[in-house]
């Protein structure tokens, strides 16, 4: 049975930076693929960015595209999401997931992490 915990999420403003960790547990994630996700209050769940277990492939979605950075470090079961130049509207719960499709959807993922919430302000 695996785990995934999320952390690093906060109150910053905008134009600012935060660094969010998805330390993966009880089972061996580095042949799964990963992503982040976010929903803001009264809006569906939406892919943020997904990475392949290997690293070599990313993807983000075009809101977030030269301001957030997707990584991974198999070694520490970690990914990780860099959020720079943060907006208003990055406001929401952001969970991580794991999966066997890359990018990693919705409708297909094995785990989900607990979430972290990002409030950015203005």
């Known amino acids: 049975q695996g785990e995934l915990v999320e952390s690093g999420g906060g109150l910053v403003q905008a134009g600012g930076s935060l660094r969010l960790s998805c330390v993966a547990s009880?089972?061996?994630?580095?042949?799964?693929?990963m992503g982040w996700f976010r929903q803001a209050p009264g809006k569906g769940r939406e892919i943020v960015a997904s990475?392949?277990?290997?690293?070599?492939?990313?993807y983000y979605a075009d809101s977030v595209k030269g301001r957030f950075t997707i990584s991974r470090d198999n070694a520490k079961n970690t990914v990780y999401l860099q959020m720079n130049s943060l907006k208003p509207e990055d406001t929401a719960v952001y969970y991580c997931?794991?999966?066997?499709?890359?990018?990693?959807?919705?409708?297909?993922?094995?785990?989900w992490g607990q979430g972290t919430q990002v409030t950015v302000s203005s």
């Open positions: 997931a794991a999966g066997r499709s890359f990018p990693v959807v919705g409708g297909v993922v094995d785990y």
């Open positions: 009880g089972r061996t994630f580095s042949n799964y693929h």
């Open positions: 990475i392949s277990w290997s690293g070599a492939n990313t």
